[in-house]
């Protein structure tokens, strides 16, 4: 499939018109005042990976980030890692994401939560970077290149855009152990031809070629799943009850994909891995 083609697809398949209102109204229905809301107040929606908030703070500290670093946010979506990262670990950060609709949402909660001077958002895609060669400290990416078939590309690319000596650090989600055809939709595909998860090997060895040096490679697949099946199981009342949530991006199939993940993780189809490797 062409790349223009496929994010046409994921655009369609993350952005949602109205997103913003429904964020926000269901935030002043939990009791969040929005002028004095906090960054972590909107973690609930905002950080779109296993492991929420707790692992992005869990991949700052394996990244050792330090104060000032600049950082590329690869698939930023609505900037909830990069708020994080901005709070608990005072470095700045661009995000990139193909989904137009996102990057607007993940400038305005950075405006509302007071950060806009040192987090700030724009629509692109990971297989051609805007950024100039050897500009970054950091290249972060979490769970964004399950929708990315060129992997060697974004590979490639996020390579050249990282300083000498500079770290790239990402959360994944690989195939599994098992072969097999995965219980679909999930959160990033309704329908096969929008995944491309490779087993964990292949992409390891993809990233040595692209240069880089190994640091860390760990298979996090049981450390976050059972947090994620209890709030996966409480997708329904969050649902009813106006709690914020990620089924405000998901829509109505949130139940089913969020199920969906808790399954094929269970049954070794999908992992997760975290790696750091440096340029
Ligand atoms: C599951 S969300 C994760 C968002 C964010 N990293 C987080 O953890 O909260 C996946 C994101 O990847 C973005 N994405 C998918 N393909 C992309 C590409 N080729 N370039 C940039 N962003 C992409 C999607 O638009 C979506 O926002």
Partial sequence: MGNQMLGAMVNEHYGSEGLLDRILTVARETGIEIDEARSDDFSAVSEFHIGGRKATIDLGNMAQL?????????G??????????????AVRVEG??????????????????????RAVFSQGNALSLTGDSDHYDVVWTQQSCMNIEDKRRMLSEAYRVLKPGGTFIFQEVFAGDREGAIRLPVPWARKSEMSFLWPAEAIRNSILEAGFIE????????QYLEEYRVTAEKTRDSMQSST??????????????RKNVVDNLSKGLISVYQGVFKK
């Fill in 244 to 257: 914020l949530g990620v089924h405000l991006l998901l829509g109505n199939e949130a139940k089913l994909m």
């Fill in 215 to 222: 640091n860390i490679w760990k298979n996090v697949t049981t």
């Fill in 66 to 74: 330090s104060a000032g670093d600049k950082v590329l946010d690869v």
């Fill in 76 to 89: 930023s979506g609505l900037g909830g890692p990069a708020r994080t990262l901005v709070e608990k670990f």
């Fill in 96 to 117: 990139i994401d193909l989904t137009h609709e996102f990057c607007l949402v993940a400038n305005e909660l950075t405006r509302i939560t007071g950060f806009s001077d």
